[in-house]
Nanobody, 118 residues
Framework: QVQLRESGGGLVQPGASLRLTCTGS????????MAWFRQTPGKDRELVAA????????HVADSVKGRFTVSVDNSRRNVYLQMYDLKPDDTAMYYC???????????WGQGTQVTVSS
């Protein structure tokens, strides 16, 4: 019902900023929330940030709090992850996902690679 596509990743130096975009198609308005995840080889997938539509509540992981923010446009077709002061530990494949109320995260995109290196 919903298809997602991530964009905006790239190779940047430590301390740089980057904005990732998750563009959705399909029945976006039927979803409950959207989120950004990241994953590196050999490590579990980590929830980075999320937005709940009705309340507008946002969540940001402790590991990126103060550096990353999440936002969405009124159409819910674009969810953004604004990243500041990027660090090598932020290097990962970043994915966006959505879910209905009480459901599991799904409709995963293909991901966009973020690499932070000197």
């Amino acid at each position: 019902q919903v298809q997602l596509r991530e964009s905006g990743g790239g190779l940047v130096q430590p301390g740089a900023s980057l904005r990732l975009t998750c563009t959705g198609s399909g029945r976006i308005f039927s979803t409950y929330a959207m989120a950004w995840f990241r994953q590196t080889p050999g490590k579990d997938r980590e929830l980075v940030a999320a937005i709940t539509w009705g309340s507008g509540t946002t969540h940001v992981a402790d590991s990126v709090k103060g550096r990353f923010t999440v936002s969405v446009d009124n159409s819910r077709r674009n969810v953004y992850l604004q990243m500041y002061d990027l660090k090598p530990d932020d290097t990962a494949m970043y994915y966006c996902a959505t879910k209905v109320r009480g459901g599991d995260w799904g409709a995963w995109g293909q991901g966009t690679q973020v690499t932070v290196s000197s």
